[in-house]
């Protein structure tokens, strides 16, 4: 990452360098507010330190003024800000997804690992996520690495797009070469014209 070997950095140094990820089964603190899940994710925040709880409460005010001012912006960004004050956990699947999205604009990301994020949100939330990614990569020069089967939804995100099955990797190329790629609709659909015209249709791979 940047010229540096990251191979088996722990987390939290890895989230310190800008490299974050996301889950395919939403991780929110779910008796929190959608404010408040975004306001936790800043590191070093002056409340976490006890002698600043006692000494330092002016400061204290003035960060989390700040942060629920960010969390604020990011929320009307993903267009759930009128969720800012509900429980997390009392939100669509779909809603979750864009919380954790939301997460990762709360401090300077430059990658950011998406688990299938598509899985079990109807069409309309997932072309909301799906424009905030292509906002966060074009107007803020976000990195996406995006794991999912929907191949509609990769065909709209990603390029290049990378097949693997069996642990390694298939095959690399555009959208439409993967969807025509015999070896991809062999190994996922079988073979055959009807199988082709399946996986040139959006069936997932």
């Known amino acids: 990452m940047d010229g540096e070997d990251i191979t088996g950095l722990p987390p939290h140094v890895l989230f310190s360098k800008g490299l974050l990820r996301t889950f395919q089964i939403a991780h929110e603190f779910h008796s929190m507010t959608c404010r408040e899940n975004l306001m936790m994710v800043p590191p070093g925040q002056s409340g976490e330190t006890l002698w600043n709880t006692w000494f330092g409460r002016k400061r204290i005010a003035d960060e989390e003024r700040a942060l629920a001012a ?6 009307e960004f993903l267009t759930i800000q009128h969720l800012a004050d509900h429980p997390a956990g009392q939100i669509s699947g779909g809603q979750k997804k864009l919380l954790e999205l939301g997460r ?6 430059k990658i950011v690992f998406l688990d299938e994020v598509g899985a079990g ?3 309309t939330l997932l072309n909301t996520i799906g424009d905030a990614i292509l906002r966060l990569n074009r107007e803020r020069g976000y990195t996406f690495c995006v794991i999912e089967h929907d191949m509609d939804f990769i065909g709209r995100l990603c390029d290049p797009v990378v097949v693997m099955a069996e642990g390694r990797v298939l095959a690399q190329g ?4 993967i969807k025509t790629n015999e ?4 190994a996922y659909l079988g073979t055959g014209l009807k199988n082709k015209d399946q996986l040139t249709q959006g069936a997932p791979a």
């Not at 990762?104 to 990301?109: G, L, P, Y």
């Not at 070896?183 to 062999?186: F, L, P, Q, R």
């Open 174 to 177: 555009t959208i439409d070469q």
């Open 121 to 123: 949100v109807n069409r």
């Open 70 to 75: 960010k969390a604020d912006e990011v929320l």
């Open 183 to 186: 070896a991809v609709i062999e």
């Open 104 to 109: 990762t604009m709360m401090v300077d990301a």
